[in-house]
């Protein structure tokens, strides 16, 4: 499976902005990919100086809890995912992620199917500093059935609900995380 610009395009469209950053983040997104600039990472860590990812948020719905990871590099607690390869589409990255950093099938959740439900423009910290364009899908597993995951990317993970992942740090966290998650919480409720 793979993307184009008109694609990519196309699953911005479908975002509704939670809040005015994301609305900016959006517009931004959109502006980059119609000026034609290429859309996958071609050399670690940050060429393009702007790329592609796909976070997925994994969800335990019948225990409330959303899974976070502690990234290595990063230094702070994120949502699964990876940087999208030149020519895939975000869905199949997610498939492909959630196979190798936690061993568990794809299961999109109801509430998005294989659709982002947020988007995040964030320039990266350290060495290689860049820009990730990040879709934020949402899949739903059974926490019982992440048994593994990539010790060489994450030092630990952990299953939190809603309110604890709010009452976290935003320091510990990725930068949009709390914003996220009450969209998902409003998107929960509704969907």
């Given at each position: 499976m793979t993307t184009t610009h008109a694609e990519l395009r196309g699953l911005l469209e479908d975002i509704e902005p939670w809040d005015d950053l994301e609305r900016t983040h959006l517009q931004t997104a959109g502006e980059w990919i119609a000026s034609g600039a290429p859309l996958y990472r071609t050399r670690k860590p940050d060429v393009p100086a702007t790329h592609l990812v796909a976070y997925f948020v994994v969800l335990d719905k019948l225990r409330g809890r959303m899974l976070?990871?502690?990234h290595r590099k990063a230094g702070l607690w994120l949502p699964t995912g990876g940087h999208v390869e030149p020519g895939e589409h975000p869905w199949a990255t997610v498939v492909r992620e959630c196979a190798e950093e936690l061993r568990i099938p794809a299961v999109a959740a109801t509430v998005t199917g294989e659709r982002p439900?947020?988007?995040?423009v964030t320039r990266t910290r350290g060495p290689g500093e860049h820009t990730d364009v990040s879709l934020w899908y949402v899949l739903d597993a059974d926490a019982d059935s992440v048994t593994w995951y990539d010790e060489e990317e994450f030092t630990a993970i952990r299953w939190l609900t809603?309110?604890?992942?709010?009452?976290?740090?935003?320091?510990?966290?990725?930068?949009?995380?709390?914003?996220?998650?009450r969209k998902l919480a409003g998107a929960s409720l509704h969907g």
């Open positions: 976070l990871v502690a439900l947020f988007l995040t809603p309110d604890e992942v709010l009452a976290e740090p935003p320091a510990t966290l990725d930068p949009h995380l709390h914003r996220f998650t």
